[in-house]
């Protein structure tokens, strides 16, 4: 538990800061302050403090970056993590550009879930906010689902004025494919110029435009997941559509059950604070179990009420240095 009676029962894994992809909104513009691989966590660091996490009731891991694929060991982070006992959920965010050739041996070594990031489908908008190309990242979503995953879902960042018309087209995709699309509220985790207020979309209006094509029935909470999505099924199109409006939805954080942990190995307890705890030492260093439960412990202990997204908040390192 954290100081407000929130369970933390899910922690945010990042294995790499570096990305194949530059998604304007993730990573800024010419960055240059990639981290040392040395100070990146390794298979056996991790091992341990996911170990130490499920004796404090962590139940659900997700593995994220940067591009969790560009680690080449990411199959032995896996396995790794996915037998320890009380894991219920292991899961992998990626931008799928490089799932098609491992989708199957992830899964073999214990993957359960994986989520893609797919902002538009249009070649020429998925370039303008990624940099690169959507097939990739649709061979992808083939593989994984046919790996046989226990669920597949796509993501969607909302960018007023980018990437609006790809909406319903992305609706009519996961429809076909039979995946949850996410629509997410952009979050000022990077240079403010892309996160102006011209550009962001509330996920209230992405609602009521998909409520103009079609009738939403709401579904019940937790029906995919851990996380702070909201499901909808759109009854004709039968597409299963979440919003997650961590800007706009009020007492967005009170259900919040998770903390982050960057590649280098800082705990991070919310994402839209600056509060961090560095663990490496633990993990590297002084090698003791009692050592990381204490910063685990103290990291929830310090974990926020609420993100600072609403206050000027001015992100420190970029969302590719932090962890999606
Ligand atoms: N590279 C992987 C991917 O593309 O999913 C994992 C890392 S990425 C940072 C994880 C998630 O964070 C993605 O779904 C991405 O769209 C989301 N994300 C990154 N920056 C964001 C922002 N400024 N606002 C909202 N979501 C963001």
């Given at each position: 538990?954290?100081?407000?009676?929130?369970?933390?029962?899910?922690?945010?894994?990042?294995?790499?800061?570096?990305?194949?992809?530059?998604?304007?909104?993730c990573?800024?513009?010419?960055?240059?302050?990639?981290?040392?691989?040395?100070?990146?966590?390794?298979?056996?660091?991790?091992?341990?403090?996911?170990?130490?996490?499920?004796?404090?009731?962590?139940?659900?891991?997700?593995?994220?970056?940067g591009?969790?694929?560009?680690?080449?060991?990411?199959?032995?982070?896996?396995?790794?993590?996915?037998?320890?006992?009380?894991?219920?959920?292991?899961?992998?965010?990626?931008?799928?550009?490089?799932?098609?050739?491992?989708?199957g041996?992830?899964?073999?070594?214990?993957?359960?879930?994986?989520?893609?990031?797919?902002?538009?489908l249009?070649?020429?908008?998925?370039?303008?906010?990624?940099?690169?190309?959507?097939?990739?990242?649709?061979?992808?979503v083939?593989?994984?689902?046919?790996?046989?995953?226990?669920?597949?879902?796509?993501?969607?960042?909302?960018?007023?004025?980018?990437n609006?018309?790809?909406?319903?087209?992305?609706?009519?995709?996961?429809g076909?494919?039979?995946?949850?699309?996410?629509?997410?509220?952009?979050?000022?985790?990077?240079?403010?110029?892309?996160?102006?207020?011209?550009?962001?979309?509330?996920?209230?209006?992405?609602?009521?435009?998909?409520?103009?094509?079609?009738?939403?029935?709401?579904?019940?909470e937790r029906?995919?997941?851990?996380?702070?999505?909201?499901?909808?099924?759109?009854?004709?199109?039968?597409?299963?559509?979440?919003?997650?409006?961590?800007?706009?939805?009020?007492?967005?954080?009170?259900?919040?059950?998770?903390?982050?942990?960057?590649?280098d190995?800082?705990?991070?307890?919310?994402l839209?604070?600056?509060?961090?705890?560095?663990?490496?030492?633990?993990?590297?260093?002084?090698?003791?179990?009692d050592?990381?439960?204490?910063?685990?412990?103290?990291?929830?202990?310090?974990?926020?009420?609420?993100?600072?997204?609403?206050?000027?908040?001015?992100?420190?390192?970029?969302?590719?240095a932090?962890?999606?």
């Open positions: 538990m954290d100081a407000f009676g929130r369970k933390i029962d899910y922690l945010r894994i990042s294995v790499t800061d570096r990305c194949n992809e530059r998604c304007v909104y990573l800024p513009e010419g960055y240059r302050g990639w981290q040392p691989r040395a100070e990146h966590l390794e298979v056996a660091e991790l091992e341990q403090l996911a170990r130490v996490a499920t004796e404090l009731g962590v139940r659900k891991f997700r593995l994220t970056g591009e969790p694929l560009l680690r080449r060991d990411l199959p032995e982070i896996v396995s790794a993590i996915a037998k320890l006992p009380g894991v219920e959920s292991l899961g992998l965010s990626t931008n799928g550009t490089r799932l098609a050739s491992c989708a041996s992830l899964r073999l070594a214990g993957l359960r879930t994986v989520n893609v990031s797919l902002d538009a249009n070649p020429a908008v998925y370039r303008r906010i990624t940099g690169g190309n959507p097939q990739a990242a649709l061979d992808g083939r593989a994984a689902l046919a790996a046989g995953f226990e669920c597949v879902k796509l993501n969607c960042v909302l960018m007023r004025g980018v609006e018309a790809e909406i319903w087209p992305l609706v009519l995709y996961a076909e494919l039979g995946v949850p699309l996410r629509l997410i509220e952009l979050m000022p985790v990077t240079t403010s110029t892309v996160l102006d207020e011209s550009n962001f979309l509330p996920v209230s209006e992405a609602m009521q435009r998909l409520g103009e094509r079609d009738e939403l029935v709401a579904l019940p029906h995919f997941g851990w996380g702070p999505a909201r499901y909808y099924r759109l009854r004709h199109t039968g597409a299963v559509v979440g919003f997650i409006g961590a800007l706009t939805t009020p007492h967005f954080c009170d259900t919040c059950n998770k903390m982050r942990l960057t590649a190995g800082k705990i991070r307890p919310c839209g604070d600056h509060g961090e705890l560095d663990l490496r030492p633990s993990l590297r260093q002084v090698r003791s179990d050592a990381v439960r204490e910063m685990l412990l103290l990291a929830m202990a310090r974990k926020p009420r609420e993100h600072q997204f609403r206050n000027q908040y001015q992100p420190c390192r970029p969302m590719t932090i962890g999606g």
